[in-house]
Nanobody, 120 residues
Framework: QVQLVESGGGLVQPGGSLRLSCVARGSILRIDNMGWYRQAPAKQRELVAG???????NYGDSVKGRFTISRDNAKNTVYLQMNSLKPEDTAVYLC??????????????WGQGTQVTVSS
C-alpha cells in the first residue's frame, strides 16, 4: 500500500508565495508521472501542474509563469512553488502520482489534500 502526504498549505496574502510538498510512502518500486490538482468549492477539479519522471513539465493556463513544479526522485517527493498568488488560487490542492508498487500493482494514488487560502 502507498500513501501520498501533502504539506505546506496555509493562509497567504495576495501576491505572496507558498511551497507545497508531497511525499510518497510505502512499498514503491517506481513513480512515473506526478502532479498537483486543485478543487475549489462548487468547481471541478483541475490540473495545476504535472511532471514526468524525466522532468518534463506542463501547467494549467491559469498558473503559467507563477507556479513551478519540481520533483526529487530519490525522496519520492514532488513540490509546487506558488508565487504571485491570487484569491482565485484558493482551493484544496491534491497530489497525484502514478506508482508501480513492489507487489506488482500499478495505478494512480491521491493525497488527502492541503488547503491554500489567498486572502487579505
Amino acid at each position: 500500500q502507498v500513501q501520498l502526504v501533502e504539506s505546506g498549505g496555509g493562509l497567504v496574502q495576495p501576491g505572496g508565495s507558498l511551497r507545497l510538498s508531497c511525499v510518497a510512502r510505502g512499498s514503491i518500486l517506481r513513480i512515473d508521472n506526478m502532479g498537483w490538482y486543485r478543487q475549489a468549492p462548487a468547481k471541478q477539479r483541475e490540473l495545476v501542474a504535472g511532471i514526468t519522471s524525466g522532468g518534463r513539465t506542463n501547467y494549467g493556463d491559469s498558473v503559467k509563469g507563477r507556479f513551478t513544479i519540481s520533483r526529487d526522485n530519490a525522496k519520492n517527493t514532488v513540490y509546487l512553488q506558488m508565487n504571485s498568488l491570487k484569491p482565485e488560487d484558493t482551493a484544496v490542492y491534491l497530489c497525484n502520482a502514478d506508482i508501480f508498487q513492489r507487489n506488482g500493482r500499478y495505478g494512480g494514488a491521491w493525497g488527502q489534500g492541503t488547503q491554500v487560502t489567498v486572502s487579505s
